[in-house]
């Protein structure tokens, strides 16, 4: 498993949190995600052999926030 810390940008409730933690569960390969809306932070571990950095972005910048 490989750990990321993603800088999430535009988070100020508690659905988006649910949004962007439903957004990574969703992806095949995710083990574990932690959204922390004080620091805009996304701690995430996952399997590097079926999901990469690019996708999480994705799947996050669908649901209408920016990773810086």
Do not use: F, P, R, W
Request: net charge negative.
């Amino acid at each position: 498993m490989k750990n990321i810390s993603l800088d999430v940008k535009g988070m100020t409730c508690g659905h988006c949190k649910m949004a962007v933690n439903g957004a990574l569960k969703d992806i095949d390969g995710i083990e574990n995600v932690d959204v922390n809306l004080e620091t805009g932070k996304v701690e995430v571990s996952y399997d590097e052999a079926k999901v990469d950095e690019s996708k999480m972005k994705e799947a996050i910048e669908d649901q209408g926030y920016d990773v810086a």
